[in-house]
């Protein structure tokens, strides 16, 4: 049997919904069957759809991406602090997850509306929070409240290499990684993941990050090989698929 995968980091790009630019850039369309026809054979049976910065706090296209995805597939928002509890409830009900603070492209939240937002769509629907953040930034102070949330992860493998201890560190509290974006990073992917697993193999996602908007090289095939290959036999269905289908869909 073909070992199913959960893409953890996806993202679909509608022009029939708003679109933001950012830092000068507007992507291209990728819309849900733009995504189908790309990971066709790649066994894709679920994933997140991730809010990028172009789509600032839109949430047209995820619930429409959501719907036509189906119920296998989860929303990663953003929204803004003044979000009402009745708006975010509405939004779980569509399928959304967690909510997303893009801090390397200059989100708009301050760490205290990061924190007491993460806290409170966590108490109201269990939602969890996702960074994208370089780890390089991760001090001892911003750590310590990353790693204090009730259930946050990390974009990208945290983007360099340098920040890898770091990472280990919030990993060994309880966060979680994507192995994403690696047309992205500053890093050895594979070193990466091992080191990741090594400390807990429940902490590690993988994805596509389809369609690669802005990296320097788009998600290739060859990309879930080598997470395949960095790991044990018997991690491989942890990190393809359990972790990330107990963390957005509690299956």
């Known amino acids: 049997m073909t070992q199913p995968v959960f893409d953890a980091h996806l993202h679909i790009v509608d022009p029939a919904h708003p679109l933001v630019e950012n830092d000068g850039f507007m992507p291209d369309p990728f819309t849900v069957a733009d995504y189908r026809s790309r990971i066709d054979g790649l066994g894709i049976a679920g994933g997140a759809v991730v809010s990028g910065s172009f789509q600032a706090f839109d949430q047209g296209y995820l619930i429409d991406a959501l719907r036509a ?3 296998g597939y989860a929303g990663v928002t953003q929204v803004p602090a003044s979000t009402t509890d009745e708006q975010i409830l509405e939004l779980h009900e569509a399928g959304v997850r967690a909510v997303r603070f893009n801090v390397a492209r200059g989100g ?3 760490l205290d509306d990061l924190d007491r937002l993460a806290r409170r769509v ?14 390089r930034i991760v001090d001892d102070e911003l750590g310590e409240r990353i790693a204090a949330l009730p259930a946050t992860s990390i974009d990208h493998l945290g983007m360099h ?6 990472l280990l560190r919030l990993v060994e509290r309880g966060v979680k990684v994507k192995a994403t974006g690696f047309g992205r990073v500053e890093l050895d992917p594979a070193s990466a993941i091992r080191a990741i697993v090594g400390v807990d193999p429940t902490a590690l996602m993988i994805g596509s990050d389809l369609p690669s908007t802005r990296a320097r090289r788009p998600f290739r095939n060859e990309d879930f090989e080598l997470v395949r290959r960095a790991l044990e036999p018997e991690q491989v269905a942890d990190v393809f698929w359990n972790n990330a289908a107990a963390f957005y869909l509690g299956a």
């Not at 109201?124 to 780890?135: K, N, P, Q, T, V």
């Not at 290499?161 to 770091?166: F, I, S």
């Open 108 to 110: 708009s939240a301050t």
């Open 161 to 166: 290499a340098d920040g890898l201890p770091g």
């Open 69 to 71: 995805l189906g119920p």
């Open 122 to 135: 966590h108490d109201l629907a269990g939602w969890h929070a996702e960074l994208y953040i370089d780890a």
